[in-house]
């Protein structure tokens, strides 16, 4: 059974940083493409990155480029979004999403239960 | 970016019956890359269609999706209990991924 467990999110101030961890597990995670996914509060669901399987393709919305970076960790199953300079708007629940393909163009068909990002003074 | 639009924005129905939404490109997108996930309060999103109209593992064959070029539809022939959820369109064929704002099936 696909198992995706986020941590790392917490409360932090304005223009700080955090680091989001997914530990993935019932699947070869190396064979697969996976993503971060976000809903802000009573918002729908906002594509934010994805990388490949090898971890040498990354991708980033256009409201996060220059300020998070996606990576993956092949030989720990992990998968790590680190956040820095955070907004308001960047408060939400993050989501780790694997991939059906080793490309990212392909759907997620499974999520993790997500982990909450609030971002306040 | 290709924003996805979706109508209606809530649909209410009786157990039974028959649910259309659809989900409109602002350009052309390719069949192969635009998937349906449903999400229930408290739960994370499921994939149900995805190629415009495949089923993902394990979804009735009361869901199936159609359509081409910029207008796709979810049915959902016959409403069970448990399909009252939010729906969501997706586009995953070019960076930036984007996602529909989302329809909401209610009880009638």
């Known amino acids: 059974e696909v198992q995706l467990v986020e941590s790392g999110g917490g409360l932090v101030q304005p223009g700080g940083s955090l680091r989001l961890s997914c530990a993935a597990s019932g699947f070869i995670f190396s064979n697969y493409a996976m993503s971060w996914v976000r809903q802000a509060p009573g918002k729908g669901l906002e594509w934010v990155s994805s990388?490949?399987?090898?971890?040498?393709?990354?991708y980033y919305a256009d409201s996060v480029k220059g300020r998070f970076t996606i990576s993956r960790d092949n030989s720990k199953n992990t998968l790590d979004l680190q956040v820095n300079g955070l907004k308001g708007d960047d408060t939400a629940i993050y989501y780790c999403?694997?991939?059906?393909?080793?490309?990212?163009?392909?759907?997620?068909?499974?999520w993790g239960q997500g982990t909450l990002v609030t971002v306040s003074s | 970016e290709i924003v996805l639009t979706q109508s209606p924005g809530t649909l209410s129905l009786s157990p039974g019956e028959r649910a259309t939404l659809s989900c409109r490109a602002s350009q052309s997108v390719s069949s192969s890359y635009l998937g349906w996930y449903q999400r229930k309060p408290g739960q994370t999103p499921r994939l149900l269609i995805y190629?415009?109209?495949r089923r993902a593992t394990g979804v009735p064959d009361r869901f199936s999706g159609s359509g081409s070029g910029t207008d796709f539809t979810l049915t959902i022939s016959r409403l069970g209990p448990e399909d009252f959820a939010v729906y969501y369109c997706h586009h995953y064929g070019s960076s930036p991924l984007t996602f529909g704002p989302g329809t909401k099936v209610d009880i009638k």
């Open positions: 190629g415009a109209s």
């Open positions: 990388i490949n399987d090898s971890g040498d393709s990354t």
């Open positions: 999403a694997k991939h059906q393909r080793a490309g990212t163009y392909s759907p997620a068909d499974s």
